[in-house]
């Protein structure tokens, strides 16, 4: 298996912008997390979906960002519009189980995102 | 992470020695605890996990406790060596929602 493939690996645009960054999780898989990592506030959880359901979206951070998984093998995080302190590295997880099962998340390579 | 506090922030050890990051959880519902290494820009990965049943597990040089009446969990790297060098984040699981503290970097001097 390829793994978590999440895309783009990075991405700089400038504030206002539209960024809509993608996951491909592990076939099988049927638990999706985005996290995002700086160095002040470290690995933050933002949402996660089980069985491509929204399970809980506390972490996303105010109504520019917003994130979708139409089918089990895709899912999406949007930032509309981008501001500069959105810059960080968004990684996506997946792992198999859910609930009470839940087990090792599977991260993918992050998308570097840079917002001038 | 709002659930977990993780202790050390840093940690500086030399070749040889025993490094221990511990971590504290306040929801006495979380079932599952697991440990990840990150490389400098790399994606973090499991390096070892316990679940709310048992009380240590040990792989190799790496060890994790659990107290479950205290709420709190340990790694244990014994022997380290400068391949360890990595922040490293415990995890605290309920219902699913996976959250991590906020990370030790550890850097094990040759």
């Known amino acids: 298996d390829a793994g978590v493939i999440q895309s783009p690996r990075h991405e700089v645009t400038e504030m206002g912008q539209e960024v809509t960054l993608r996951c491909k999780p592990i076939?099988?898989?049927?638990?999706l997390f985005w996290y995002r990592q700086t160095m002040m506030r470290g690995l933050e959880l933002l949402i996660y979906?089980?069985?491509?359901?929204?399970?809980?979206d506390s972490g996303m951070p105010e109504d520019r960002f917003s994130a979708k998984m139409p089918n089990a093998s895709f899912s999406t995080l949007k930032i509309q519009p981008s501001e500069p302190r959105d810059s960080a590295v968004y990684f996506c997880?997946?792992?198999?189980?859910?609930?009470?099962?839940?087990?090792?998340?599977?991260f993918g390579e992050g998308s570097r995102l840079t917002v001038l | 992470g709002e659930n977990v506090e993780q202790h050390p922030s840093t940690l500086s050890v030399q070749e040889g020695d025993s490094a221990v990051i511990k971590c504290t959880y306040s929801?006495?519902?979380?079932?599952?605890f697991p440990w990840y290494k990150q490389e400098l820009g790399k994606r973090p990965q499991l390096i070892i996990d316990i679940r709310s049943n048992v009380g240590e597990k040990k792989d190799q040089r790496i060890a994790v406790t659990l107290n479950k009446t205290a709420k709190h969990f340990s790694l244990h790297i014994t022997e380290t060596q400068p391949e360890d060098s990595a922040v490293y984040f415990c995890g605290d699981t309920n219902a699913g929602k996976s959250t991590f503290g906020d990370g030790t970097t550890l850097t094990v001097k040759p």
């Open positions: 076939s099988g898989h049927n638990s």
């Open positions: 979906f089980n069985n491509n359901v929204p399970i809980d």
């Open positions: 929801d006495s519902a979380s079932n599952y």
């Open positions: 997880a997946s792992s198999s189980g859910g609930g009470r099962n839940t087990g090792e998340l599977f």
